[in-house]
T-cell receptor, first 115, second 113 residues
Framework: DTAVSQTPKYLVTQMGNDKSIKCEQN?????MYWYKQDSKKFLKIMFSYNNKELIINETVPNRFSPKSPDKAHLNLHINSLELGDSAVYFC??????????????FGPGTRLTVT | GDSVTQMEGPVTLSEEAFLTINCTYTATGYPSLFWYVQYPGEGLQLLLKATKADDKGSNKGFEATYRKETTSFHLEKGSVQVSDSAVYFC????????????FGTGTRLQVTL
């Protein structure tokens, strides 16, 4: 069974559209993350949820809205897509609890291309 | 704020050569340090980690030692293989930052026969 899964794997869409990327983890972890990897492979955190509560929001445009229906899922909705949103988006999870540091487990990534 | 600096790539080596990828960091607290590897077309996998000064992380022949005095966590392998070709990311996680990872820019390693 895949530990952290994302759908879709590839997403091609036009500017101005709204799209969603879904993430699910079956590891029983409390915390989930979204990262963006740009064309130069640079990775930067976007959001983190702990038990369905937002705990990290790294100055991401408000066109990006994460939603966590339960602690096993963290979806990313993007409104009014722009060319600069083209990137690979990675979901991750960790067993993190306050005061601890744990490794993160990454999904396979969703390659978003905005034309 | 926290930051991680990695050596520029790509690094091209012949099989069985010795590998070093440099990584230095700045952090406000006492971070945990990680190396992640990304094989072509895949997500990131944890390669090794160290949680306190002088700890050595090791896995699959790779090693890195947490050096607080030089704020470094250099990745080494004694004899690389073609299958080690990938992008390697150094990262840190600072206590009190909800375990978020701050990544370096990544170093692409290409190993040839």
């Amino acid at each position: 069974d895949t530990a952290v899964s994302q759908t879709p794997k590839y997403l091609v869409t036009q500017m101005g559209n709204d799209k969603s990327i879904k993430c699910e983890q079956n590891l029983g972890h409390d915390t989930m993350y979204w990262y963006k990897q740009d064309s130069k492979k640079f990775l930067k955190i976007m959001f983190s949820y702990n038990n369905k509560e937002l705990i990290i929001n790294e100055t991401v445009p408000n066109r990006f809205s994460p939603k966590s229906p339960d602690k096993a899922h963290l979806n990313l909705h993007i409104n009014s897509l722009e060319l600069g949103d083209s990137a690979v988006y990675f979901c991750a999870s960790s067993p993190y609890s306050s005061g601890s540091i744990d490794e993160q487990y990454f999904g396979p990534g969703t390659r978003l291309t905005v034309t | 704020g926290d930051s991680v600096t990695q050596m520029e790539g790509p690094v091209t080596l012949s099989e069985e050569a010795f590998l070093t990828i440099n990584c230095t960091y700045t952090a406000t607290g006492y971070p945990s340090l990680f190396w992640y590897v990304q094989y072509p077309g895949e997500g990131l996998q944890l390669l090794l980690k160290a949680t306190k000064a002088d700890d050595k992380g090791s896995n699959k022949g790779f090693e890195a030692t947490y050096r607080k005095e030089t704020t470094s966590f250099h990745l080494e392998k004694g004899s690389v293989q073609v299958s080690d070709s990938a992008v390697y990311f150094c990262a840190l996680s600072d206590p009190g930052t909800a375990s978020k990872l701050t990544f370096g820019t990544g170093t692409r390693l290409q190993v040839t026969l």
